[in-house]
């Protein structure tokens, strides 16, 4: 079973950037497609970005084409989530997740673990 922690969010103003992290530990990180979900207060957990096991194919939300970039370091077992150009409607806390069944899924459903989150605001 893996255990997977965020980190790097935080305050931002509109246009800015943050890069979260995503570490994991207790299993075999090459074996999953990984992905990052966000939820706003009052909205359901929707999909980001996701990466496949190499790290060669990635897929992203329409509403962050071109601002964010999903990559991640197998040597070092973790995933990042680039975030520029951000807007007030990103504000949301940000999780990652490990699925066994492949990649590239956007429901929350097709995950099999989940960290914690990270909060991720901006301000206008």
């Known amino acids: 079973q893996v255990q997977l922690v965020e980190s790097g969010g935080g305050l931002v103003q509109a246009g800015g950037s943050l890069r979260l992290s995503c570490a994991a530990s207790?299993?075999?990180?090459?074996?999953?497609?990984m992905g990052w979900f966000h939820q706003a207060p009052g909205k359901e957990r929707e999909f980001v970005a996701a990466?496949?096991?190499?790290?060669?194919?990635?897929r992203y939300a329409d509403s962050v084409k071109g601002r964010f970039t999903v990559s991640r370091d197998n040597a070092k077992n973790t995933v990042y989530l680039q975030m520029d150009s951000l807007k007030p409607e990103d504000t949301a806390v940000y999780y990652c997740?490990?699925?066994?069944?492949?990649?590239?899924?956007?429901?929350?459903?097709?995950?099999?673990?989940w960290g914690h989150g990270t909060q991720v605001t901006v301000s206008s």
């Open positions: 997740a490990a699925a066994t069944g492949g990649w590239g899924a956007t429901a929350s459903k097709e995950y099999d673990y």
């Open positions: 207790g299993g075999r990180f090459i074996r999953y497609g």
């Open positions: 990466i496949s096991l190499s790290g060669g194919d990635t």
